[in-house]
T-cell receptor, first 111, second 111 residues
């Protein structure tokens, strides 16, 4: 049973436009959410996180929005740059050490 | 990926063979993890260890064993490798919850 769902396997966005990556979760006990970015042949790297007590967190070009009632979060990247082309993983935790990841969304930034 | 070292980076096994993936971290973190990444399946948690001397099953523990040898080291053992265990394996560690740091990955092929 998938607790963290990323339903779009891939997404293509024009350079300079906004990229929006979506994530849904089913476990209402999750209270911390993270986004990771992964390039081929490398380990994932941390991008941004949000606690369930917030509904928005910003870090430069990256903003994560959390809608607890809908059990949905999204990552906004604006403006999108060529180096943003990667696989993005959504992850969640229920406050313990167990961190569950989604299947990932491959983002292509088009020139 | 600094601070988390996995060995070997590449390995080919025959069905039924055993092997151990080694992971060491120099970040003085308590928690360590083993994930596997498969096409279309994202990152799935195999086992994790919240502290030295403790280990817990993740989402896909069958066919694997782990040892938390000390605070620095967390090994993953395949006792009798199967083709279904062909995957990329990532070790990770987390300190200040819940941001986790990944190693560069170990590519395992079981033929």
């Amino acid at each position: 049973d998938q607790q963290v769902k990323q339903n779009s396997p891939s997404l293509s966005v024009q350079e300079g436009r906004i990229s929006i990556l979506n994530c849904d979760y089913t476990n209402s006990m999750f209270d911390y959410f993270l986004w990771y970015k992964k390039y081929p042949a490398e380990g994932p790297t941390f991008l941004i996180s949000i606690s369930s007590i917030k509904d928005k967190n910003e870090d430069g070009r990256f903003t994560v929005f959390l809608n607890k009632s809908a059990k949905h979060l999204s990552l906004h990247i604006v403006p999108s740059q060529p180096g943003d082309s990667a696989v993005y993983f959504c992850a969640a935790s229920a406050g313990d050490d167990k961190i569950i990841f989604g299947k990932g969304t491959r983002l292509h930034i088009l020139p | 990926n600094a601070g988390v070292t996995q060995t070997p980076k590449f390995q080919v096994l025959k069905t039924g063979q055993s092997m151990t993936l080694q992971c060491a971290q120099d970040m003085n973190h308590n928690s360590m993890y083993w994930y596997r990444q498969d096409p279309g399946m994202g990152l799935r948690l195999i086992y994790y260890s919240a502290s030295e001397g403790t280990t817990d099953k993740g989402e896909v523990p069958n066919g694997y064993n782990v040892s938390r040898l000390n605070k620095r080291e967390f090994s993953l053992r395949l006792e009798s490798a199967a083709p279904s265990q062909t995957s990329v394996y990532f070790c990770a560690t987390s300190g200040p919850f819940p941001t986790i740091y990944f190693g560069e990955g170990s590519w395992l092929t079981v033929v």
